[in-house]
DNA sequence: CTTTGGCACTCCGCATAGTCGAGTGCCAAG
DNA sequence: CTTGGCACTCGACTATGCGGAGTGCCAAAG
C-alpha cells in the first residue's frame, strides 16, 4: 500500500495534484498529457495512473471520469513533492501595505493580520490569540472597585493587556492593593503566567504565610488573578471567500465547515497543535479527528514575540488549495506579526 | 398605488404571507384556500390577488406560478397585521438556562447573548457591543508601563472595561499620574466619556491650564485617552443557520451577504439607527441603502443599563422569517441582557 | 354588484430518451 | 516497457413530452 514511487510515477502524480488544484476537475489521461508537460502516451499515463489509484492516491468519483488526488496523495505531495514559491513582490507589497498602521494594539493587529490573509490569500484566515497562560508577566495592578470588587489588569511582555474582575471575600484598601501590586511587580517580572501562579500557590502553602495576615490575603487575591481562565480565541475573518470555491456546489460539506467556524475549539485545538514545531505546517482534514473538517487543508504558522512561541495563524480552505502561493504568504505574514510585535515592546 | 386594504384583502394578504413563511413557495389562490381558513372560491381570491398585485404587495416570479410577498407587503405585514405570540415557557428557559452562570463580564455576556439569539431563534444572532463614547464614565486609571508609554484603563458605570496604550510626547512620573488619576476620578464621575472629553478640551483652552504646566500635560493625556477610537463592535453568532434556509439555493444572494457580515461597519450602522426609538423594530433588507441585504430583514430591540441605552441586538435572515415567534424571542433576551447588565453594577 | 364555476392558456418541473465527449481497461504490436 | 487501437462506460447536456398548478377572463348565479 505505503510502497514507494517510481521518478516517473512521481512526475504524473504531481502533476495530477497540480491540474487538479488549477482546474478543481477530476483529471484524465489525455488531458494530461495535453495540458502539461509529459511526453508519454496517454496510455501509459493509465497504466501509471491505475497503479497510483491501487496505492490509494487517486480515486475516481466514477468509471468514465478522470482521477481526483486522495488526501493521502495531497500529504504526499506536500511533504515530497511541493516546491514552495518565493513571495512575489506584488504580494508583499500587499501585505506591507496592511501595516502601515503604526501602534496598533495586540488584538487590532492580530484582527489585521486575519484580515489581510483572508484578503491577500483569498481564502479563510485564521490567528489564534496567545494564551495568556503562556505568556510573560511583565506588570500587574490592581483597581479597586468597590468594596467587594478588584479589577486585575495585567500587561504581558508582548503587549497583551488582560482585564479580570475579581469579588473578593473581604475588603482590601488601597494601599494593601499597593503593597500587593508592588510585591508581585517584583517577583513575578519575567515569569509566564503560569509560572507566577505556581510561585503564589508554593508560597501560600509556606509556613511564612500563615502568620502573615496580609500576605494571605495578597496571595489569594493574586491566584485568583492568575487563575486559568477559558481564554483561546480565534479570530476568523474572510468566510465568504469559501463561498467562491467550487466546491462549495457541495452545500452540505459547506454547512460542516461552518460550523466547524463556530466552534472555535475545534480550530484552536487545531492551531494549538501545531505551537511546538516551527515553520509553516500543513493540516490536512481528514488527518485530523473531526469530520467537520473532511476535505478541508488548514495551512498554519506560528508567530513569536521576543520570548518564544505566542500562537498561530493560517488560513483554512478546501484540500485542493495553491500550497505553493499560500504557504510563502502564511509563512510571511507570521515573521512579519513576529516583527512587529517585537518592536512594540522593546 | 397605497390605496388603503379593504378587510378581505387584508385577510387574504396576510394569509399568503404567513403561507409563504411556512413553506418560502410561491402562494397560488388554490393552495391558498386549502390551506388556509378562507372561505371564498379561488377564482375571488384570484381577483383580490391581481388588486394585490397592482398594488405592489404581491409578485409573481413568472405567469404560472404562485404569488410572493412583496418587501411592502412585509413592511404592512409588520406594521399592521403582526400578532406576536406571547413567548412560550420552553423557549424562555432555553433562554434562561444560557445565563445561569453569573458573574460574566460585559464582553462575555453580549457573546453568550449572540449565540443564544442564534441557537433558540435558529437565525443569526447580532449584538452590537456598546459604544464607548456614550457610556457613564465611572473610574479611570493610569498605568505606567515605560518611560513614554502610559496604560489607560476606563471602567465604566455599566461594566465595560477598556484598555488604551498611549504614547506620549513626555515622561510622566508614577506621582504625577496618580495626581492626574485623582483629579479625573473627582471631575469626570457621572459623565460620558464623550461630555468628559469635551470637558477636558474646554478646560485645555482656559486660562488657568496654560500656566499649570501640570495641568496642561494631564489634559493633553487625558484627552488622548478619551479621544474618539474606531470602536464599533458587532458580534455575529450562528451564520451557520443561514445556510439551512431554502432561500440558500441562490448563491450569489448568500454570498452577498456574507460579504455583509464581514463589512461589519454596515451592520453597525442599522443596529446604530434604532438606538433611538424603543422596543423591537423590524428593518427590512431592501428598504436600506445596502444592496447587499436585498430580501433580508433584521428585527433588533435595545439593551440598556441603568443609565440609558448601550446598544442594539436581534437577529438577521432571510425577509421570509417568522416575526411573530422570533419578536419575542428578541424582545426577551434584549431585556434579559439589561437586566443582567443592571444588576451586576449595583 | 359580487361571487363563482368553467375554460383556455401558460409555464415550470420532472422524467425520459438520445447524443456527445472524455475517460477507462485491455490487448496486441512495436 | 511503451504505444496505438478498440470497445465500452458513464456523466453532462439537450431535446422532447407530459402533468400540475396557476392565471385571466367570461358568463351565469346569487
Do not use: W
Not at 135 to 140: E, G, K, P, S, Y
Not at 202 to 222: G, P, W
Request: glycine fraction near 6%; include cysteine.
Amino acid at each position: 500500500m505505503a510502497e514507494p514511487i517510481s521518478e516517473r510515477s512521481r512526475k504524473i502524480l504531481e502533476a495530477i495534484i497540480e491540474e487538479h488544484i488549477a482546474t478543481a476537475q477530476p483529471i484524465g489521461s489525455k488531458a494530461l498529457t495535453r495540458f502539461q508537460a509529459i511526453n508519454l502516451s496517454p496510455a501509459s499515463v493509465r497504466n501509471v495512473m491505475a497503479e497510483l489509484e491501487e496505492q490509494g492516491y487517486l480515486h475516481s468519483p466514477h468509471t468514465s471520469a478522470g482521477r481526483v488526488p486522495t488526501e493521502k496523495a495531497y500529504r504526499y505531495y506536500i511533504d515530497s513533492l511541493l516546491r514552495v514559491d518565493c513571495l512575489d513582490r506584488a504580494r508583499r507589497d500587499q501585505i506591507e501595505q496592511h501595516y502601515h498602521r503604526r501602534g496598533l494594539q495586540m488584538g487590532e493587529l492580530l484582527r489585521e493580520a486575519s484580515r489581510t490573509l483572508s484578503s491577500v490569500a483569498h481564502y479563510t484566515g485564521l490567528v489564534m490569540v496567545p494564551r495568556l497562560q503562556s505568556t510573560v508577566f511583565r506588570r500587574i495592578e490592581f483597581v479597586k472597585l468597590s468594596s467587594r470588587q478588584v479589577l486585575a489588569v495585567f500587561i504581558t511582555r508582548s503587549g497583551m493587556i488582560q482585564n479580570r474582575l475579581i469579588e473578593t471575600a473581604e475588603e482590601f484598601t488601597a494601599g494593601e492593593l499597593e503593597q500587593i501590586t508592588n510585591y508581585l511587580n517584583q517577583t513575578m517580572s519575567g515569569l509566564s503566567i503560569r509560572e507566577a501562579r505556581a510561585l503564589i500557590l508554593a508560597d501560600m502553602a509556606q509556613e511564612k504565610a500563615l502568620y502573615d495576615r496580609l500576605l494571605q490575603r495578597a496571595s489569594r487575591l493574586s491566584a485568583e488573578a492568575l487563575s486559568e481562565s477559558a481564554d483561546g480565541e480565534v479570530i476568523i475573518e474572510g468566510t465568504s471567500h469559501l463561498l467562491d470555491q467550487p466546491e462549495f456546489t457541495d452545500l452540505e460539506r459547506m454547512k460542516r465547515i461552518f460550523r466547524a467556524f463556530e466552534q472555535k475549539s475545534l480550530l484552536l485545538n487545531l492551531l494549538d497543535r501545531g505551537l511546538q514545531s516551527k515553520g509553516v505546517q500543513v493540516i490536512i482534514g481528514g488527518e485530523t479527528e473531526y469530520p467537520e473538517l473532511a476535505g478541508c487543508s488548514l495551512i498554519t504558522a506560528n508567530y513569536s514575540g521576543r520570548r518564544g512561541t505566542l500562537g498561530a495563524l493560517g488560513v483554512i480552505g478546501p484540500s485542493r488549495m495553491p500550497y505553493s502561493t499560500l504557504i510563502p504568504i502564511v509563512d510571511y505574514t507570521a515573521g512579519m506579526i513576529s516583527r512587529m510585535l517585537d518592536e512594540e515592546n522593546e
